[in-house]
């Protein structure tokens, strides 16, 4: 079975610094899909970054990159200019790739709560 | 805009008394999932819909039950909640070939 192991609990940083979040997992499957999802306190769950495995550029949203490492099964995010908006719960998760006509579940790290500090 | 609508946002329940959360999607998504996620925790999977096709995870309690009357509407049924069922109750949606999901606000279910 696929496994997600974030070993960091709890990260703080200050405000307009870096923070790189850790994510490792466990697979068998050659084709499958990475993600961060931010949940902010008493609020909704939202994709912050996704990355296919079959692709070898890093993927970059605005201030958001990932390190993915395939051969380790690495897959941490980075946080550019931190913003007190930051401060959240992230989640990495893991998907293989669903069979035609089929779909298949998010596997979920235990989650890196982040604090952002002015 | 298209989005994913948990209703009830919070829910107070009984010991015993059963409740249903609802999820409404205008995504049009194939697919629909409940998670369960307790305080400081992963969410945990409960079931999924593929279209009208339900999935139980192996692990889930026959306490929980789902229904999925059309492709907008999908219903967390808890027969009997106990104080263990207390949680936040995630549903998402995502396209059959698709990679992440969009999900709800919540619905954060206490038993009292």
């Known amino acids: 079975a696929q496994t997600v192991t974030q070993s960091q609990p709890e990260m703080s940083v200050q405000e307009a610094e870096t923070v790189t979040l850790s994510c490792t997992y466990d697979?068998?499957?050659?084709?499958?899909?990475l993600f961060w999802y931010k949940q902010p306190p008493s609020r909704q769950m939202i994709l912050v970054i996704r990355q296919e495995a079959y692709k070898q550029q890093n993927a970059t949203e605005n201030r958001f990159s990932v390190n993915f490492q395939k051969a380790a099964k690495s897959f941490s995010l980075k946080i550019s200019d931190s913003q007190l908006g930051d401060a959240a719960m992230y989640f990495c998760?893991?998907?293989?790739?669903?069979?035609?006509?089929?779909?298949?579940?998010?596997?979920f790290g235990k989650g890196t709560k982040l604090t952002v500090n002015p | 805009d298209a989005m994913v609508i948990q209703n009830p946002r919070y829910q107070v329940t009984q010991f015993g008394k059963p409740v249903t959360l609802s999820c409404s999607q205008t995504l049009n998504h194939n697919v629909m999932y409940w998670y369960q996620q307790k305080s400081s925790q992963a969410p945990k999977l409960l079931f999924h819909?593929?279209?009208?096709?339900?999935?139980n995870e192996a692990d889930t309690p026959d306490n929980f039950q789902s229904r999925r009357p059309n492709t907008s509407f999908c219903f967390l049924d808890i027969r009997s909640p106990g104080l263990g069922d207390a949680a936040m109750y995630l549903c998402?949606?995502?396209?059959?070939?698709?990679?992440?999901?969009?999900f709800g606000s919540g619905t954060r279910l206490t038993v009292v």
């Open positions: 819909y593929y279209d009208k096709d339900f999935n």
């Open positions: 697979t068998s499957e050659s084709d499958y899909y």
């Open positions: 998760a893991y998907r293989r790739e669903p069979l035609q006509g089929g779909s298949e579940k998010l596997v």
């Open positions: 998402a949606t995502s396209r059959e070939w698709a990679d992440g999901y969009t």
